[in-house]
């Protein structure tokens, strides 16, 4: 099985960007179809982005839908979310996971496998 490390959170103001990174090991990525998820305090887990297994389809969240960008390098065992034009209301802890099979989707029970996390304040 797949074990998953986030990476990249942080403090940054309205406005920066930030690059999270979700390392993957145990297994090959490129088995696996990839989300992002975040959870703020005091709220449900929420998707935020998915990326199949090659890479060349993606999904988003309406709330991050031109702003954030979700990528992985199978070579590398990698995913990453690239966030620009970051607002206040994404701060949220946020998770990588994944999933065996072919579709992406965004509701969190259908992710198997999960990261610890990794926060991201925005904030001036």
């Known amino acids: 099985q797949v074990q998953l490390v986030e990476s990249g959170g942080g403090l940054v103001q309205p406005g920066g960007s930030l690059r999270l990174s979700c390392a993957a090991s145990?297994?090959?990525?490129?088995?696996?179809?990839m989300g992002w998820f975040r959870q703020a305090p005091g709220k449900e887990r929420e998707f935020v982005a998915g990326?199949?297994?090659?890479?060349?389809?993606?999904y988003y969240a309406e709330s991050v839908k031109g702003r954030f960008t979700i990528a992985r390098d199978n070579a590398k065992n990698t995913m990453y979310l690239q966030m620009d034009s970051l607002k206040p209301e994404d701060t949220a802890d946020y998770s990588c996971a994944a999933k065996r099979g072919t579709d992406i989707v965004t509701v969190r029970y259908r992710y198997t496998y999960w990261g610890q996390g990794t926060q991201v304040t925005v904030s001036s």
């Open positions: 990326v199949n297994r090659g890479g060349g389809t993606t």
């Open positions: 145990g297994d090959t990525l490129s088995n696996y179809v």
